[in-house]
Nanobody, 119 residues
């Protein structure tokens, strides 16, 4: 059974940092594209970042590119999202996802981890 399990969410003050982790099990994702998405209350799901097996990365917005860093450890079948200078508008449930690099849609999803940025 394939599972993606996120961890590392929580409550943080504006300007703070968090590192999210996503541990995959059930198969290796070393040749897959791994991504992070988020859904804020009342909003559509939003692409945050993705990392190719080759190491190439993509971010959803310039703001994310300047504050977030996606990385992966293929040996541990894990992908990370380090978030710095967090803002209240970053508050959302963050989801990890995976897909084959030639596929259009992500077909594996985690259950999500809540990130709340508030003073």
């Amino acid at each position: 059974q394939v599972q993606l399990v996120e961890s590392g969410g929580g409550l943080v003050q504006p300007g703070g940092s968090l590192r999210l982790s996503c541990a995959a099990s059930g198969r290796t994702f070393s040749n897959s594209l791994m991504g992070w998405f988020r859904r804020a209350p009342g909003k559509e799901r939003e692409f945050v970042a993705s990392a190719r097996s080759s190491g190439g990365v993509t971010y959803g917005t310039e703001s994310m590119k300047g504050r977030f860093t996606i990385s992966r450890d293929n040996a541990k079948n894990t992908v990370y999202l380090k978030m710095n200078r967090l803002r209240p508008e970053d508050t959302a449930v963050y989801y990890c996802a995976a897909k084959g690099e030639t596929m259009n849609n992500y077909n594996y999803w985690g259950q999500g981890t809540q990130v709340t940025v508030s003073s």
